[in-house]
């Protein structure tokens, strides 16, 4: 099972001071991080894409190429590249190359986001949303499986005799994720190609998310991909720890109640026991993480949100210490216990490349 972070990159002013970083501060800090996560052992780290203030990656593929250079083990995603507004010419181009330059350590969560005007923005509309995320992952699949590719569609001009370059590393397309909170039709499409299904688990409860997984898993299972319990899921969440759950409560509740994405809204008490936020001990944080097996079955990822709502860099670095140090090594144990032989690894390039090795011979 693989352990990571995953960040949406906000600027945000810290309300214990009120100074909000610049961007060049808040880029720097998310490379930190990511270099923080695989120095205390973590397996991913994924970031987010964004084209509005309050937040700064709108470009995935120029950040993690930085820190591909700049790590040996991590695995490099995305938590959201826009299938709707992005080309997916240039989404098979960008993350082929980051694949050569990363050595295969890279793979991509394709989502809609959750702001509205990018769709204007890029020339599409909001209304096709969901057409144009299954158009233009379509496409995608032929232009990394194809060498030649003749296509015509809705959304864009048509392509004659084109070869996307560079090609995959290995002929192995990176593995796909299709992320959603709320839109069953992504679990569908996800189950349809026998991809993993993410679903980030942030805002809604338990029960919603068991519905969502389980959809996934019934319609891979028809598709012909194999058991529902073969299905590759991802689940994301939210935590705030210190020794004390007191301290930690104390301490992160005036950066929840400003946090652009959950602020001014449920208090952190509401939040946390209707989501999967949870602040708390390292313990607590443990107990909350294993529980997700109850709802979801047998899983393969587990994404954490630390660096949001404006917590400072020295925070966010301390979490991950703790994460590192007392929760992951756990969380690692615990879920091995009773999981089954025959449930499915998290795909990576060296088990992609060797399935396409054994099929070619």
């Not at 104390?250 to 001014?264: C, L, M, Q, S, W």
């Amino acid at each position: 099972m693989q352990f990571g972070i995953f960040t949406v990159g906000d600027v945000t002013p810290d309300p214990t001071n009120g100074r909000t970083p610049t961007e060049r501060e808040r880029i720097k800090a998310m490379v930190a991080i990511a270099l923080k996560a695989e120095e205390v052992g973590l397996d991913v780290f994924a970031t987010g894409e964004h084209h509005n203030p309050p937040f700064v990656p709108s470009s995935p593929t120029t950040m993690l190429g930085y820190i591909a250079a700049r790590t040996e083990k991590l695995i490099l995603s995305t938590s959201t590249t826009l299938i709707t507004t992005n080309d997916p010419v240039k989404i098979a181009e960008d993350y082929a190359m980051l694949q050569h330059l990363a050595d295969g350590r890279v793979d991509l969560m394709l989502g809609r986001g959750n702001t509205g005007p990018v769709y204007p923005w890029f020339g599409q509309d909001i209304r096709q949303g969901i057409n144009l995320a299954k158009e233009n992952y379509a496409l995608l699949r032929r232009l990394w499986r194809e060498d030649v590719v003749d296509w015509e569609g809705t959304f864009r001009t048509p392509l004659q005799a084109f070869t996307s370059t560079p090609r995959p590393l290995d002929a192995v397309p990176p593995f796909v994720w299709h992320g959603s909170i709320r839109s069953p039709e992504v679990a569908e499409q996800a189950a349809f190609y026998g991809d993993g299904f993410f679903h980030n688990n942030i805002f809604w409860p338990a029960d919603h998310t068991r519905r969502m997984v389980q959809l996934y898993r019934r319609r891979f299972a028809h598709h012909g991909h194999g058991r529902p319990e073969d299905a590759v899921v991802g689940l994301g969440g939210q935590v705030f720890m210190r020794k004390n759950s007191q301290d930690a409560v104390r301490e992160f509740r005036p950066y929840f109640d400003n946090a652009p994405v959950y602020g001014h809204g449920p208090s952190l008490e509401d939040f946390t026991e209707q989501t999967p936020l949870t602040v708390g001990s390292p313990q607590q944080v443990i107990e909350r993480t294993l529980s997700f097996r109850e709802s979801v079955g047998d899983y393969q990822r587990q994404l954490f949100l630390m660096d949001h709502a404006g917590l400072p860099l020295k925070t966010v670095l301390e979490q991950l210490d703790i994460l590192g140090e007392e929760v992951v090594p756990v969380l690692r144990e615990e879920f091995a216990k009773g999981r089954p032989a025959d449930v499915p690894e998290a795909p990576t390039h060296a088990s992609l490349r060797a399935v396409r090795e054994v099929s070619a011979a």
